[in-house]
């Protein structure tokens, strides 16, 4: 127990050495600037700073520090400017003009000269949206310019991109990460490394990286937000993330005090920290803030088709396991009440197309008598699916485990760590996973890709490898449609054609919870859980 607790008290005083030396710089009455720096950790690790590879939650939150792009959400995922302080689209929907801010500056880095910075002008989009689909490049984000036919530099203020069929929420894709801008110079300078020296034009500039260890962003202070009183944002001098492997270590440095924050529920700590339905507990109602509201995000079980297993070849199977277990009892014993039951589709509540009827109630007996007649058929006596997770959520699987043995069904459940489960999944490894799908952008299509048979992982999202010609057809159908109630429609459709099938186990439909230390202010919430810090400041 010795090494953990030392190696833990090595990485806060380097950080703690780190930061002292930042505010002493030139003034050592800065020194105690402790409220001035947002602490949190991040359990899952991070795997880049590039943004043209930020493909998980955790990436896109540190990217969103460090990184602007054309255009941006606020809190209720309305888009807004960015660096395009305006923009026109076609009458045919084809052609998106972005009229681009001047007063937008790289962070600083000895590559750009004597002034050490630059003004981001169209041709860097130019550069950064070519290399986001250049093939050698291979950045995981070049589906986001599929429908794209050609983008332009008109002048130094003028970007246009120009689509090869109207395509109502390509808007909302220039919100994602992938689609930000960065300096050609300074990736032609650092190639692959760019991910661990990153230059942007973000609230925060990148100060150093120790990966799984410790990483610190200062202050951008040509940064060129500001706030409604006309201040500049951000408030805060420094933001510093330490990578704890495990949501406990976590939660016992929040309650000591050592981090500001912590984001979602697990249950090593659930009922240390909440009540039954939900509320904060009394010892921590006075030092700890609750933020809670929707969140795009559907938490499932997905099944490999291609396996040469036959539980996980047969429809039956796959959907008395959907059948077999009371997602209700489920979320008020693991989660406190945090989050709804999916008995919907997969398609989470807040977007159109999602839809109560189409998915699986509990319904133990048809579950049964699913595996019952699976058994007959098959000739398998003794049914079982090998189901990997990762620790966070083995509690989860260890609950559908009981349920299931009471139908006949027996699930083996694995726990791997959640890099090496992504990879798994990816490459086919897996019968049976657990995974979950956070909206990217705001339309049901961001959740309909992953059952497209084109997208076929490990180049695709379609861990299922499910192929369906009529699915294909309306998918690419709902490209056309501008109307959104008959768009709404398709996706329904499409939805409950994959939950016909039973594709996937849908867990729950998430819900978006922080915790914060009571002087923070500001930090907020957003249906993406994307983290924001521009306008944090803490007491």
């Not at 008109?154 to 970007?159: E, Q």
């Not at 992982?457 to 309306?474: C, E, I, M, Q, R």
Request: proline fraction near 4%; charge should be positive.
């Amino acid at each position: 127990m010795i090494k953990p607790i030392l190696k833990q008290i090595i990485i806060y005083l380097s950080i703690s050495c780190i930061l002292i030396s930042f505010f002493s710089c030139g003034n050592n009455s800065n020194i105690n600037k402790d409220h001035l720096v947002f602490r949190y950790n991040e359990y899952a690790s991070i795997n880049t700073l590039d943004p043209a590879f930020s493909r998980t939650l955790q990436d896109n939150s540190v990217c969103n520090q460090l990184f602007n792009g054309l255009v941006q959400l606020d809190k209720d995922l309305n888009i807004l400017p960015s660096i395009a302080k305006n923009w026109t689209i076609s009458e045919d929907g084809l052609k998106y003009s972005f009229s681009l801010r001047e007063d937008v500056y790289f962070h600083k880095h000895k590559l750009f000269g004597k002034d050490s910075t630059r003004t981001v002008i169209a041709k860097d989009f130019e550069y950064s949206l070519n290399r986001l689909r250049d093939k050698k490049i291979a950045a995981p984000g070049s589906w986001v310019l599929n429908k794209v036919d050609d983008f332009e530099a008109i002048n130094d203020t003028l970007f246009e991109i120009t689509l090869k069929q109207p395509f109502p929420a390509f808007i909302g894709l220039l919100t994602m990460k992938y689609c930000s801008v960065v300096p050609k110079e300074i990736v032609n300078h650092y190639g692959a490394e760019f991910r661990s020296h990153p230059i942007g034009t973000g609230p925060f500039k990148f100060k150093r990286w120790e990966e799984n260890i410790k990483l610190v962003f200062r202050k951008n202070r040509r940064y060129f937000e500001k706030d409604e009183t006309g201040k500049s944002l951000p408030y805060l001098e420094a933001v510093t993330v330490t990578f704890l492997p495990d949501k406990q270590s976590e939660f016992l440095q929040f309650a000591q005090g050592n981090i500001d924050y912590v984001s979602g529920l697990d249950a090593s700590y659930k009922d240390e920290l909440l009540t039954a339905d939900g509320r904060l507990r009394d010892k921590y109602s006075e030092t700890v803030n609750m933020i809670r509201g929707p969140f795009l995000n559907t938490e499932y079980l997905g099944f490999y088709l291609d396996s040469e297993t036959p539980e996980i070849q047969s429809e039956l199977i796959r959907k008395a396991v959907n059948y077999g277990f009371d997602r209700k009892k489920m979320m008020i014993y693991l989660r406190n009440g945090i989050g709804n039951p999916a008995n919907g589709g997969f398609i989470p509540i807040g977007l159109p197309g999602y839809n109560k009827s189409i998915g699986f109630s509990y319904q133990p007996e048809k579950a049964k008598q699913l595996v019952k007649q699976f058994k007959k058929e098959s000739g398998i006596t003794n049914p079982e699916i090998n189901l990997v997770t990762t620790s966070n959520y083995l509690s989860f699987c260890e609950f559908i485990q009981r349920e299931l043995e009471k139908t006949g069904l027996k699930i083996n459940v694995d726990v791997m760590p959640e890099a090496t489960l992504r990879s798994a999944r990816s490459n086919g490894k897996v019968d049976m996973f657990r995974s979950s799908w956070i909206a990217d952008y705001l339309d049901a299509e961001n959740y309909l890709s992953i059952f497209y048979s084109k997208n076929f992982a490990p180049n695709g999202s379609n861990y299922f490898h499910y192929k369906s010609t009529v699915f294909d057809s309306l998918y690419n159908k709902a490209f056309t449609v501008t109307n959104i109630e008959e768009r709404k429609l398709l996706y329904t459709t499409m939805d409950s054609l994959a939950m016909e099938k039973a594709l996937m186990v849908p867990l729950f439909y998430d819900e978006v919870v922080r915790f914060t230390r009571k002087n923070v202010k500001g930090l907020g919430i957003n249906p993406i859980n994307l983290l924001d810090l521009r306008s944090v400041k803490k007491d």
